[in-house]
């Protein structure tokens, strides 16, 4: 079973995939947030075999919504009303985590994204 990771950005949107045994994630694509950005990370998941997305949770250290929040809710309403498992993952550090493996590159979104997948697949490792 593989499963789709996502770091939501306002301009861009980085998205990682984790090989069929949902153990590892490896950054996919940076797509553009654009009113399709649903449909487009649908067609992305359903492509890939994935029918559970994990979305990065944009919360600050006292665990209060930052501004794009109640996009990140919003997209994960859409995915899920597509028949998505939707499950958020808290995003602390991610792009700087990203950036210190690769340095700054115009993908570090989906290497983020990858960061935020790769969290969720090592906490759940036994439960699947």
């Not at 995915?79 to 115009?106: D, I, N, T």
Request: net charge negative.
């Amino acid at each position: 079973m593989k499963i789709l990771g996502v770091d939501y950005g306002s301009k861009r949107v980085g998205i990682a995939i984790s090989d069929e045994g949902a153990k590892f994630a490896f950054p996919k694509t940076v797509i553009v947030a654009t009113g399709d950005l649903a449909e487009n990370i649908a067609l992305l998941a359903s492509a890939e075999g994935a029918s559970v997305v994990v979305m990065g949770e944009s919360v600050n250290f006292g665990g209060e919504d930052n501004s794009v929040m109640g996009a990140i809710r919003s997209l994960a309403t859409d995915l899920r009303e597509r028949g998505f498992e939707v499950v958020l993952e808290p995003e602390y550090f991610s792009s700087a985590e990203a950036s210190r493996f690769q340095g700054e590159r115009e993908d570090i979104d989906a290497s983020a994204a990858a960061v935020i997948l790769q969290r969720y697949l090592d906490k759940h490792q036994d439960s699947r």
